[in-house]
């Protein structure tokens, strides 16, 4: 069983940057595959960004490439989302998951992750 909470959210202007925080519970944090989804209003969940356990191989939407970086502490039990550039486009609720237990890849699937946090509101202004 794993616990998530993110953190981080607000509202910036276009251009600014922020970074997302998702606290881990549990010993084996360091097995789970982690991934960053959002949901713009009125809009369905999309992949944002994942990362494997190992920390290599991560992988990106296209919208995000190049101004977002998933990266994680497992000593920390944490995995951090820094969006820079930030679009009107971003603004969305933006949750993390965790993946399957030991998982090698970088998931892109909701359907692949197991266990999800509650969302935290990021709102980018024009």
């Known amino acids: 069983q794993v616990q998530l909470v993110e953190s981080g959210g607000g509202l910036v202007q276009a251009g600014d940057s922020l970074r997302l925080s998702c606290a881990a519970s549990?010993?084996?944090?360091?097995?789970?595959?982690m991934g960053w989804f959002r949901q713009p209003p009125g809009k369905i969940r999309e992949f944002v960004a994942s990362i494997p356990w190992s920390g290599s191989g991560t992988n990106y939407a296209g919208s995000v490439k190049g101004r977002f970086t998933i990266s994680r502490d497992n000593s920390k039990n944490r995995v951090y989302l820094q969006m820079n550039s930030l679009k009107p486009e971003d603004t969305a609720v933006y949750y993390c998951?965790?993946?399957?237990?030991?998982?090698?890849?970088?998931?892109?699937?909701?359907?692949?992750?197991?266990?999800w946090g509650q969302g935290t509101q990021v709102t980018v202004s024009s």
């Open positions: 998951a965790a993946g399957p237990y030991g998982g090698t890849y970088s998931y892109t699937r909701g359907s692949e992750y197991n266990y």
């Open positions: 549990g010993r084996t944090f360091s097995m789970y595959p």
